[in-house]
């Protein structure tokens, strides 16, 4: 498994590649369109290794959420 340095890094290399991205490209009378959804696939997949290292390191703790609906019992 790589580093957190080593995933951050790629994770920097990859949004400045996505914002490099177009999604349509046209050339004289021909188009092009690209699907962005791998890049973005790939992104979070970097996201989520970057979190399990950071529990792994002990410098993250999981994220706890609760729900508040007003047919709690209130």
Same mark, same amino acid.
């Given at each position: 498994? *790589?580093? !957190?340095? #080593?995933?951050?890094a790629? +994770? *920097?290399?990859?949004i400045?590649?996505?914002? @490099? !991205?177009?999604?349509?490209?046209t050339?004289? #009378? ?5 699907? !962005?959804?791998? *890049?973005?696939? *790939? !992104? @979070? ?6 979190s /399990? /290292?950071?529990? /792994?390191?002990?410098? =993250? +703790? &999981? ?6 609906? &007003?047919r =709690?019992?209130?």
């Amino acid at each position: 498994m *790589a580093t !957190l340095s #080593d995933l951050e890094a790629q +994770r *920097a290399t990859l949004i400045r590649r996505l914002t @490099g !991205l177009r999604k349509r490209v046209t050339t004289g #009378d021909r188009t092009v369109e690209y699907d !962005l959804g791998q *890049a973005e696939k *790939a !992104l @979070g997949v970097i996201d989520r290794e970057i979190s /399990a /290292a950071k529990l /792994a390191n002990g410098t =993250s +703790r &999981p994220v706890r959420s609760f729900v508040v609906t &007003p047919r =709690s019992g209130y």
